[in-house]
């Protein structure tokens, strides 16, 4: 990049694009855009088309190229840079268009007249040079000269080019604005319906459940190192991946529940007590915290069938990294651990033991979970991953027993491992699941038990009993459920992904373009003539399109964000402010004197005194202007 342009750039940085500057040849009618002022000569001749030798000029001359209209952008647009970068685009396409596709003017078809043929020959025979050149030849190079003038004049279909720009963008942004108003009420009608679902989950403990899995996701993330996998053929980057969707959908599943309670609350309205209310408590129970937390508790059959479902995907998982480079690459990780054990001692040969041991049960759960997925897809209408889970499970407890016999296991470690494949097959549970699932509804219910003094799911001995109450006892407040037009009217959306983390490719990429596509609009464009009448050769304009004169010019036109001088005196005085304060005094006096003289010469042709000079001119004005030099 050279020094001249990196000046430049910052000039035009802060509006490139917003307004567009068009440049017609006075002799050809050729048409250059520009973004800039003034034109560049390298980029302004390479529109031009290549038409043949002494058709296109080495450098632009600046008494030949003078302004044909500026378009001008509205500043308040947020999209006004894009909508001109697009307008410029069209346009040179367009004229690229006309340049290569055009019709044949009639002339080109018309035959010579005998007479037009023979003044042809008397003007061969009249000029010197060369005879060789015949009538046939001139037809054929004036005829070429005609269609070089047609792809030249590109006045018309330039100015009809720009009002046909100023049409397509106004119905793109009507369609932009459309598309994107049902895009967003149906993401929007989406977004409630998943609030509403994750706040269902929320109510039947889902939320403890998952609190649950992250928890232990965390411990073996924290027990891999970074190259190993673990019993499942997760790699600790697959983990911390998973780890971050379970936070994300926590934290969505708390925003959701936290919304959709404020729009019931909300809309709780309280029913008056019956007239006969001798049986109802004095002081009624007020519905608490306790016993929402109650209904969230998680129980021993939920979490054990959430465990079962996470098996079935991890078995998926398995088998699609055997079909990739999984088993390859456990088993070079294999091949290297075992080269390297018989340098190990003491308590680093137990730890290199148990890592080879890991890798290759590892190995043995990846390849049998790809033969039992294989299995299963093959000709099956429902397939039942649970159970194959569980039979691979099964037959890796077993591999694992072999293992630890071959390889030289203590005895309570081989004796465990058979224990395990019994409890396996016999309850289809992992070695302590059942335990943990328990200790975990045990803690949700002492979380429970300590708000708001619930006594652990035992009614009072004052609270009437649930038939009663349903019965005789209507209760003190009811809830009436927001209707969806309600909730989609008060429910807040989702806080917005963090930029960071923005797909850079893939379906969520495509929907943030088309949401922050640009939208079009000619509300606030204006287009700047050098003459108002070329706007006539566009058969139709936006409505909305102002049309404004450019006023006095010369070689440049004015800028777009400042007004045209429509006073020829004031554009004159322009012109040579570049002379100083005595070259703008001698200016003025010279015109005084000019126009000094035209009077005394008129005033002498009305008296009988102006005569003709010798040189032609008439006396009066001649020797004014003789005065004045």
Known sequence: MSMRRARLAPDVAGDHGRYIYAYCHVRTHQVVYSLTQTLKNEASLKQLPDLGANHKDARLRKDLWRPLYTLCLPSASPHALRQGLHAFKKLREYRKLHELNWTPSPLLAKPKTATEIQLMKDKLGDRGGSKKENVYDLIVREKKKMRVKSVMDQKANSIADLAAVLLEQEDLGAETVARKDAERSTDRAAEVKEMLALAAEAEAGALARLEHEVGGLQRRVANLDASEQDEEGLTKRKLKRELFALTSRIARMQFASTAVRAVREGRRTPTPPPPTAAATPSHPRKPSRAADAAAE?????????????????????????????????????????????????????????????????????????????????????????????????????????????????????????????????????????????????????????????????????????????????????????????????????????????????????????????????????????????????????????????????????????????????????????????????????????????????????????????????????????????
């Open 297 to 629: 508790t998680p129980t021993v059959d939920s979490l054990l069938t959430r465990s079962r479902a996470l098996r079935a995907r991890h078995l998926r998982h398995a088998a699609a990294e055997a079909r990739k480079t999984g088993l390859a690459t456990l088993d070079g990780k294999i091949a290297r651990l075992a080269q390297r054990a018989p340098t190990h001692v003491g308590e680093e040969d137990a730890r290199a033991r148990l890592r080879l041991l890991g890798l290759r049960i590892a190995r043995e759960y990846m390849a049998l979970a790809a033969e039992s997925v294989a299995g299963l897809t093959e000709g099956a209408e429902e397939v039942d991953f649970e159970a194959a889970a569980r039979g691979v499970r099964v037959r890796v407890g077993e591999f694992k027993v072999g293992l630890l016999e071959g390889e030289g296991g203590t005895e309570a470690e081989v004796e465990q491992a058979r224990r395990d494949v019994e409890i396996l097959v016999r309850t289809g549970l992992l070695p302590g699941e059942r335990e943990r699932a328990e200790e975990e509804v045990a803690a949700s219910l002492s979380a429970a038990a300590g708000q708001e003094g619930y006594n652990g799911g035992k009614e009072d001995a004052d609270a009437p009993a649930p038939e009663d109450e349903g019965r005789s006892h209507p209760p003190t407040s009811a809830t009436s459920e927001p209707t969806p037009a309600l909730f989609l009217a008060n429910l807040p959306p989702f806080p917005p992904r963090a930029a960071a983390r923005a797909p850079k490719r893939g379906p969520q990429k495509q929907k943030l373009l088309r949401l922050n596509s640009p939208v079009f609009s000619t509300e606030g464009v204006t287009v700047k003539w050098q003459n108002v009448m070329d706007a006539e050769f566009a058969a139709s304009w936006p409505g909305q399109v102002a049309h404004e004169r450019m006023g006095w010019v010369r070689n440049t036109a004015p800028r777009g964000d400042r007004g045209g001088v429509e006073d020829v005196g004031e554009w004159k005085a322009g012109l040579w402010g570049n002379k100083g304060v005595e070259g703008g005094e001698r200016e003025r006096e010279v015109r005084a004197e000019l126009v000094r003289g035209v009077g005394e010469g008129a005033l002498g042709r009305v008296g009988g005194v102006g005569v003709w000079g010798a040189g032609g001119g008439f006396g009066g004005f001649g020797g004014g202007r003789r005065a004045v030099v």
